[in-house]
Structure formats: C-alpha cells, structure tokens
C-alpha cells in the first residue's frame, strides 16, 4: 500500500509501526544528528539510507529580474515573493535557526500548476530541487534554474526501522531504489 505524505509523516508512520518504509526528500538540516535547536527531533528508532544528494536551486522566469544572474545567495532573494512545495517548509524553521533573512513573501503548497503559473507569469519565484525542475519544469522553455551558493541540499533517503526487519517485497523495493539511476530521470 503507497501513500504520498509529507516528510514528518513519514517519518512518525514509520517509527510507530504503521508503514514499514518510507521515502523522503528533506533538507539536510533535517538528517543531521539531533540537537536542540532543531526544529524536529528524528525519531529514535528509525533508520535512515542515503540515496542521493541533490542541490537546491532558485527557478525563475527568463524575464524575471534574477534570471541573469550567475549564481545567488539566499539573501539575494530574501525580498521575492517565493512559492515552495510543502515538503520545504521545514527549510523556513532551518533557516531562521541558522539566522538567515526571515522571508515575508513565502508561499507553501503541493499545486504543481500554481507554481508554474506564478513562476512563469514572474509573479515569483521557487526555490526546489535541481530533480524537481528536471521533472516539472524543464519543458518549460521560459524557465530557468539559478544555482544558490549558500543552500542545504536535499536528500533522497530511505527511511525504515531500527528493531523490525523487512519483509521480502520491503527488501526487493529497496534493492531496486539503490539501482536506481536519480540522474537521468
């Protein structure tokens, strides 16, 4: 049985027994060893496997007045408005714990046509993954993908738990991410 989730909901179904494994795109913040200071704290009991490392990039429309920069600074488009995918909303906690610039035009949600409405309309902007803007975006001639000198990168990781092993179909599915080719998708 599949379901789609956020990444906290994901985590908490697995370490309370009701899904066996889960899938994950977090920023790296949230991977780390727990502190205190951060936003949540990982569940004990699971385990997670690094799959693959991607970086966060700026979207924009080739119109947009960013879009001929070389490279950005998180700072650099504090003042934008930005649409994210709820999955990055914990890189708002991450940020203003790391004392980065509070962003007041932030805009979250899981509508893909949203966000290419407003991105291509340069209405604003998205910070998201270079995968997502392969998946989503690169038909999109209008478009472009900015690199972000100072942004965490997501992590694509598989997430089970310490003290139950795996059922086969579980073993199989996780043999087949570890083959799986991220890049040319």
């Known amino acids: ?15 309370q027994g009701s899904g066996e494994l889960g ?17 949540y704290q990982l569940p004990l009991n ?8 991607d970086d966060f990039i700026l979207c924009c429309s080739q119109n947009h007045p960013l ?17 994210q995918f709820d999955t990055n ?13 509070p962003r007041s035009h932030q805009y979250f949600s899981n509508n893909v046509s949203f966000h290419k409405d407003m991105i291509r309309r ?10 997502e803007f392969r998946k989503l975006y690169l038909k999109y001639k209008d478009l472009t993908a900015l690199p972000i000198a100072n942004s ?6 598989i997430v089970t738990r310490k003290d139950q092993p795996l059922s086969a179909a ?12 991220f890049y040319r998708v």
């Open 170 to 181: 579980a073993g199989v599915f996780i043999d087949m991410l570890r083959k799986f080719d």
């Open 46 to 53: 699971v385990q997670i496997e690094k799959l693959f490392s």
């Open 67 to 83: 879009a001929q920069q070389k490279s950005l600074l998180l700072e650099d488009f504090a003042d934008y408005p930005t649409v």
């Open 89 to 101: 909303a914990i890189m708002q906690n991450i940020g203003q714990a790391a004392a980065e610039p």
């Open 23 to 39: 899938i994950i795109f977090a920023p790296e913040p949230l991977l780390e060893e727990n502190t205190a200071e951060k936003p």
């Open 1 to 15: 049985n599949l379901q789609e989730r956020e990444n906290i909901a994901i985590l908490d179904a697995v370490a």
């Open 122 to 131: 340069g209405l604003a902007i998205s910070v998201i993954t270079a995968f």
């Open 152 to 157: 965490y990168k997501s992590i694509i990781s």
